[in-house]
């Protein structure tokens, strides 16, 4: 199981990221994923999750801002980011979920990828 994030950047606040996550070594279609960050100093942060059918759920510091999707064609998952702050500067994780669901817990995830940096500038 392999999980591959990229995207990330420096970008001045107000503007906008696109992260992909590709991964391999399972059927993707069946699983949920979910994105994660962390910022120095700080604990692992829930950004959003998508179930296998597609469905969404979102932390409450980025509802609104950011949108998560999945591509099964393509074995991918990607979190859009607009509006972007200071305060979202992170390195930011992809996660596949133990099954099809998803959930806000870190524990609930089994595979991580090695993350991807995201740095606002006010």
């Known amino acids: 199981v392999q999980l591959q994030a990229s995207g990330g950047g420096l970008v001045q606040a107000g503007g906008s990221l696109r992260l992909s996550c590709v991964v391999s070594g399972f059927t993707f279609s069946i699983y949920g994923m979910g994105w994660f960050r962390q910022a120095p100093g700080k604990e692992r942060e829930f950004v959003a999750s998508?179930?296998?059918?597609?469905?969404?759920y979102y932390g409450d510091s980025v509802k609104g801002r950011f949108t998560i999707s999945r591509d099964n064609a393509w074995n991918t998952v990607y979190l859009q980011m607009n509006t972007l702050k200071p305060e979202d500067t992170a390195l930011y994780y992809c996660?596949?979920?133990?099954?099809?669901?998803?959930?806000?817990?870190?524990?609930?995830?089994?595979?991580w990828g090695r993350g991807t940096l995201v740095t606002v500038s006010s």
């Open positions: 996660a596949r979920h133990s099954n099809g669901g998803t959930s806000d817990r870190d524990i609930s995830y089994g595979y």
């Open positions: 998508i179930n296998w059918s597609g469905d969404t």
